[in-house]
């Protein structure tokens, strides 16, 4: 009876476990996920894959100059996976783990993510990460839009606010 009263007095919300990169790199690196996964922010999050469009998007990449790869981007606390990027002839300046190339900013033309119930994490938090990061050009393409803009952080310079907002709508469509 007492242990049911102290059960039923307990919170339900369990909050997630916050990896640091380190643990998550042992983690994958000995095999640990058996599907594709990525550190945002603490958690890791489970990743859709979107075939067909990602396949669509390198082809039309593939037009241009440079090295279309899928490759996990460490920055700051997070392994974000873009689902693609586009990167210039370059070696990377660094290794994160055994597994993971650091490459620097100006090395990362375009990073794309394929975004289909992961808009407003793909809108805020990945744009985010990837401007903190300093890669240039971000691309979430939606079957509706491709949101494009430069910097999804870049702080405007005239009120310094934040122009992370502008990613709620789209700055280009093609």
Known sequence: MRLRRWVSGMSSTVAPYRWSVSEFLRAWEAGAFDHRVELIEGPVVTGRWHGRTVTEVIALLKR?????????????NSLPDPDCCLREGA???GA???????????????????SDDTLFSDLNIKAKIYGAAGWP??????????????????PDTASGASTAAAAAHPARRH
Do not use: N, Q
């Open 64 to 76: 241009w100059t440079g090295e279309v790869t899928m490759t996990t981007l460490p920055s700051g």
């Open 91 to 93: 070696t990377p300046i």
């Open 96 to 114: 994160l783990g055994s597994k993971l190339d650091l490459w620097d900013a100006k090395d990362v033309l375009l990073v794309v993510e394929i």
């Open 137 to 154: 050009v971000y691309w979430v393409v939606t079957p509706e839009s491709i949101y494009s803009t430069p910097s999804l952080i870049r």
